[in-house]
């Protein structure tokens, strides 16, 4: 599998803003992530095109109407083409100039793309007036020139700003920030900058504030407001152990927390980092323009120069109208629609999952993820709450209930699985103290074995214990009910002997059952991956109608389950939230992690779910679907009008039907095109609603 869109490259920017003038290649990808830089890049662009414009309006009124405006005689000391001239060579060379910068540095590298055409569509235009100034005729075209480089510089600022748009949105989280930080150093509580907060700083959180960075909660237990972050509707309840995100709300408790993640390393930061890299990657289907960029350069200029010998050589037209038909076909083959056509669907498309807690690494998976047709998801934590607390202990012989949950937990206080979380919680509420353990393993997939007071401890699936030779035959039927009701099962054994059971229930998410009806209108296939017995796995599969189970599988083995499905035939995506999963959602097609879970999943995927709702799977695919819908939309356009558009400046009507297009229609129509382009992109925006549940 091909896994290079997992490294994305900040190559989305179009041609115009690539080339700004003066500005080096590290002022480019700087401005990727710095707004400020940014907001000066789009400032100048519209800086550009208002006096492009200014300058523009004269020089087309003067062109088209003469002397005579209105009616009204205008006097003028300067010849007629002589002030077109004056007006169009600052449009050309200064507001236009980020493409003959762009275009010199193209060709330097030995490269043809969209600044080359632009350039050669605005120089053909001006070259070719100034020739034309010199002839009996006077005609000449300077409009076309002004207006090529107006609308260009029209279309480049409205992809900025829609850019800028979600870049701006994101930023605000920043805000989220607080200016100051309550620390403790050297034993004294004190403010500083939240700038100034380091890694192991032990930060103190009054009811109202705001937590400034990411972190683990040390001392006390509180409710924090996570929705602007994470999306999550509820505060959550946070106590000794429990991360912290910078951003969040502190409601009501007093906690101390020990800063793990400071600056650009916090979620936020991430977030935000994650967002613009995607927007500023490029989808396999921007990479294909881009190549057909240089042979467009070719096509332009080709046909503009056969134009030019068809008529003036063959048809026996005059220099004047030869001229006429080459620059107009050179103008209109100006493909700057596609340039902007799927950069901007990318933009808008991104920034819409970002909006909705739904983060897209790159173009590559926002375009890839519509192709899926076989999902598979993780159970714990993905379909289920991820929340699993103890139900039912059954004690076998003498031993009491605490005692084996004594035996239990002791040797789970090694571990950190969600099962282990359970019975630990469920020993502190009982009061339950724990005993030290020596020789502790943790058998993948299976369970637990350690010594506890001077006993060999066992704690486990079946298989476990069967493997170890323990007779489990005498809890058979106790077995079998927790399994009916859905129960996940830890038998535990001491010194070889089953000695009791303790059932956990983890609850399936709301919104799971729905998930799962809508992917399968979208007629993709569900396949669900657990670890767990199964009679519980088909049970939870049979109650949300999944497709396919595939249980008691080792950790280590999850990928293998997916390049089956590969195997198959099938696009396949992985969703999961644990460290296990991070193998198998490296080995999909398109990795989705659920936000609520490790960095280890977060880092390997994809695509990250920050509100730890399954739904955003449907949500995300839709996305995915209505942009790549758009991005096709627009490379049809783009492509098509250049295809009909070249024959019609080169004249073909003409002789037939006495229709031609002049250079400066030829511009307003090239720079339509472009306009539809970005308008079709931002109506992407309709999708929304079909965005949440």
């Not at 300067?78 to 060579?89: E, G, H, Q, V, Y």
């Not at 009996?136 to 029209?154: D, I, N, Q, R």
């Not at 696009?571 to 490790?598: E, H, K, R, W, Y």
């Not at 009008?641 to 073909?652: E, F, Q, R, S």
Request: proline fraction near 3%; charged fraction near 20%.
């Amino acid at each position: 599998m091909d896994h290079t869109h997992h490294h994305t490259t900040n190559g989305g920017h179009s041609d115009a803003q690539g080339s700004m003038q003066h500005m080096s290649h590290m002022d480019h990808e700087r401005a990727m992530t710095d707004p400020n830089m940014a907001k000066e890049m789009e400032f100048d662009m519209r800086m550009r095109f208002f006096i492009s414009l200014a300058l523009t309006i004269p020089i087309v009124l003067y062109s088209r109407m003469g002397e005579m405006l209105f009616g009204i005689l205008l006097p003028s000391p300067i010849p007629k083409n002589l002030l077109l001239f004056l007006l169009t060579t600052p449009i050309v060379f200064w507001a236009g100039s980020i493409f003959i910068t762009g275009t010199y540095y193209s060709l330097r590298a030995r490269k043809l793309n969209m600044s080359v055409l632009i350039a050669t569509g605005v120089l053909a235009a001006y070259v070719g007036s100034v020739i034309l100034a010199f002839n009996a005729s006077g005609e000449a075209f300077y409009e076309a020139a002004a207006m090529l480089v107006t609308f260009v510089l029209f279309g480049h600022w409205m992809e900025m700003k829609s850019r800028r748009g979600t870049s701006d949105s994101l930023h605000a989280l920043f805000d989220l920030v607080p200016p100051q930080a309550r620390v403790v150093r050297d034993g004294k509580e004190m403010l500083i900058p939240s700038t100034e907060v380091v890694v192991g700083d032990i930060v103190v959180l009054k009811p109202g504030d705001k937590v400034p960075v990411d972190g683990e909660v040390v001392v006390g237990e509180t409710s924090i407001d996570e929705a602007l972050v994470t999306g999550e509707s509820l505060p959550v309840l946070k106590k000794v152990g429990d991360k912290t995100i910078g951003g969040s709300i502190n409601q009501n408790g007093s906690v101390q927390f020990r800063a793990t993640k400071v600056g650009m390393d916090t979620v936020l930061a991430s977030i935000i980092k994650m967002v613009e890299v995607a927007q500023n990657s490029k989808a396999p289907g921007q990479r294909i323009a881009d190549k057909a960029a240089s042979w467009l350069v070719v096509l332009a200029v080709g046909s503009g120069i056969l134009a030019f010998l068809g008529w003036y050589v063959i048809a026996g037209a005059t220099f004047v109208v030869a001229l006429t038909f080459a620059i107009s076909t050179i103008v209109i083959a100006c493909p700057d629609a596609l340039g902007l056509a799927t950069p901007t669907a990318v933009a808008v498309g991104t920034g819409l999952g970002a909006k909705h807690n739904i983060l897209i690494k790159d173009a590559s998976t926002l375009e890839g993820t519509s192709r899926i047709n076989a999902i598979v998801l993780d159970k714990t934590g993905t379909l289920t709450e991820g929340k699993p607390r103890v139900t039912d202990i059954i004690a076998l012989g003498k031993i009491s209930e605490d005692a084996i949950l004594q035996y239990a937990a002791s040797v789970e206080s090694k571990s950190n699985h969600p099962l282990s979380a359970a019975i630990i919680v469920e020993a502190k509420k009982r009061g339950i103290i724990l005993l030290a353990i020596e020789n502790f393993l943790s058998l993948s997939g299976l369970g637990l074995e350690a010594g506890v007071g001077g006993k060999n401890v066992l704690i486990g699936t079946e298989r476990l214990l069967r493997e170890r030779g323990v007779d489990i035959e005498g809890v058979k039927v106790e077995i079998e009910k927790l399994l009916a009701t859905g129960k996940t099962l830890s038998i535990i054994a001491v010194d070889g002997k089953t000695v009791g059971l303790i059932g956990i229930f983890d609850a399936v998410r709301e919104s799971s059952r729905k998930t799962i009806t809508e992917l399968k209108k979208l007629g993709i296939e569900t396949a669900m991956i657990t670890g767990d017995n199964k009679k519980i796995a088909e049970a939870v599969g049979m109650e949300l109608g999944i497709d396919r189970v595939f249980a008691e599988v080792m950790p280590e083995d999850k990928a293998s389950f997916v390049k089956k499905l590969q195997d198959e035939g099938k696009f396949v995506a992985m969703v999961g939230d644990g460290v296990n999963d991070a193998p198998a959602l490296a080995q999909s097609n398109i990795g989705i992690a659920i936000g609520a879970g490790t960095d280890v999943a977060i880092e390997t995927a994809n695509i990250v779910l920050m509100k730890s709702d399954p739904y955003d799977i449907v949500a995300a695919i839709r996305l995915s679907k209505a942009t790549v819908r758009k991005m096709k939309q627009n490379l049809f356009w783009a492509a098509i009008y250049n295809v009909l558009a070249i024959p019609v400046a080169a004249g073909i009507f003409y002789t037939p039907f006495g229709w031609s297009l002049r250079p400066e229609i030829a511009a307003l129509l090239m720079s339509a095109s472009s306009i539809i382009v970005a308008t079709n992109a931002v109506l992407l925006k309709r999708v929304e609603s079909k965005l949440k549940i």
